[in-house]
């Protein structure tokens, strides 16, 4: 089976879907919608055809939000929309403009990095059977080996953009105020000063913080969230298909081409009849 096609991806559209309070009839329409608003396309503008049909797309999506929070501002229920639309600071509300833009980036995150995380997960299992066993046989474990998968191949490479605040040196380099600076989160992984024996994925490590969700106040929201679901789809592709191996050689696999998600297109497995 396709890891990404028939497990990761529909996993966690239902659970980011369901927790918004998407019903489950639109989950298909919501999973199209948002693949095509993260395609490559997207960020292209100079395809004018497939600007259009990307224009195209956002509209029924605000459409399709518009009638969905007008239900819930009616009749609220227990889900992330109906709590975001009632949320209130020094009375002040969300305008119709944060709301939608605080639904999709939690739609668009909440998904993508997620799928990303549980097929590099399964990738690095299947090409590790030793490891896969153990993991089998001793459940308990899984939540440490998470962790470590997300510091040794974890699906966001790097941080959002951060712009300098004032004139300063950093490591023998200058940096002017208004500098844009990219951190690169799966480098500092692999530094000796993270951990020892970096290059190694060794899930009996302790006490490794790694960066893999962020840090400070973009801390990400959604990290108890992810976890959660990595462990859980871990432990079950595990009971329900031991020996799992790769259905095709790892320098076959085909990557996306993103400059901050990092994983693969497709990832075919295959496990011994029983
Ligand atoms: C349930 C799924 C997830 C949701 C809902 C979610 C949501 C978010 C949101 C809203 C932010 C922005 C926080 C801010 O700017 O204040 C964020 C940041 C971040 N998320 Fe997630 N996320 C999810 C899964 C993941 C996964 C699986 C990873 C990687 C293992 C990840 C890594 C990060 C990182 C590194 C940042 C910080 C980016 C930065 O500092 O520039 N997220 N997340």
Known sequence: MDVV?????PLAIEVIADLLGIDASNHQRVRAWSRMLVS??????RNTQKTQRLRQVMEDFVTYLTHLCAERRRRPRPDLISALIMAEEAGDQLSQDELFSMVLLILIVGHETSVHLISN??????????????????PEQIPAAVEELIRFDGPVERATMRFVAKDMRWH???????????????????????CPAPDVLDITRTGVKHLGFGLGPHYCL??????????????TLLQKLPGISLALPRAQLRWHSNPILHGVKQLPICWPDR
Request: hydrophobic share 45%; net charge negative.
């Open 121 to 138: 997960c399964v990738l690095n299992l299947a090409e590790r059977p030793a490891l896969a066993a153990i993991l089998r046989e001793s």
């Open 40 to 45: 490559p396309s997207a960020s292209s503008e």
């Open 172 to 194: 023998g380099a200058t940096l002017r105020r208004g500098d844009g600076v990219s951190l690169i989160l799966a480098s500092a992984h692999r530094d000796p000063g993270c």
């Open 222 to 235: 959604g990290a108890p969230l992810a976890r959660i679901e990595a462990q859980i789809a871990i432990n």
């Open 5 to 9: 096609e028939e497990f990761a991806l």
